[in-house]
T-cell receptor
């Protein structure tokens, strides 16, 4: 099953951009790249997802490498509220979620 | 919309006791699932359902039962609680089990088994 690899932790200064990397070298052509984040003591919440093209929404941007073997979640101006664990996962376009693997994610600290 | 709701928020059980964790969604989603999260780890899938009357096992199903009699509700039953089941449990739902869809998570139930 396709898996993702993320750094365990990252730090950022408040109001600066943050680039969170994710490697997924065994991604298949039908896998969507999803990002979720989990604030302390809360359930995960959706951030962004994409298939091949870069995506933007009000929360973040997703940059996908041309060969799709890696991607980067971009927070344009980090705030203290962005301190969370960020998960990069792959979801097939049609298969059920039983094959989805949520790893330990990247713990992002934001320094005031 | 209330989204995905879970009750209780916190529960203490003694070894051998049984209980049901409740999960409900009001978004008419077909797909619902249960995860557990142990300290410092990601989420592991326990059971999932692709519609009313249809359930299947995930990665760590032992010691848990589920049923799906309605689209809205997906309860998780612990048959005989063990200390190894101390964890935080999250319920999630999405319209379909597809990579095109967003998954919505509940706030979690923290379970302590003594």
């Amino acid at each position: 099953d396709a898996k993702t690899t993320q750094p365990n932790s990252m730090e950022s200064n408040e109001e600066e951009p943050v680039h969170l990397p994710c490697n997924h070298s065994t991604i298949s052509g039908t896998d969507y790249i999803h990002w979720y984040r989990q604030l302390p003591s809360q359930g995960p919440e959706y951030v962004i997802h994409g298939l091949t093209s870069n995506v933007n929404n009000r929360m973040a941007s997703l940059a996908i490498a041309e060969d799709r073997k890696s991607s980067t979640l971009i927070l344009h101006r980090a705030t203290l509220r962005d301190a969370a664990v960020y998960y990069c996962i792959l979801r097939d376009v049609e298969t059920s979620y039983d094959k989805v693997i949520f790893g330990p994610g990247t713990s992002l600290s934001v320094i005031p | 919309n209330a989204g995905v709701t879970q009750t209780p928020k916190f529960q203490v059980l003694k070894t051998g006791q049984s209980m049901t964790l409740q999960c409900a969604q009001d978004m008419n989603h077909e797909y619902m699932s249960w995860y557990r999260q142990d300290p410092g780890m990601g989420l592991r899938l326990i059971h999932y359902s692709v519609g009313a009357g249809i359930t299947d096992q995930g990665e760590v199903p032992n010691g848990y039962n589920v049923s799906r009699s309605t689209t809205e509700d997906f309860p998780l039953r612990l048959l005989s609680a063990a200390p190894s089941q101390t964890s935080v449990y999250f319920c999630a739902s999405s319209y379909r089990p597809s990579g095109r869809e967003t998954q919505y998570f509940g706030p979690g139930t923290r379970l302590l088994v003594l």
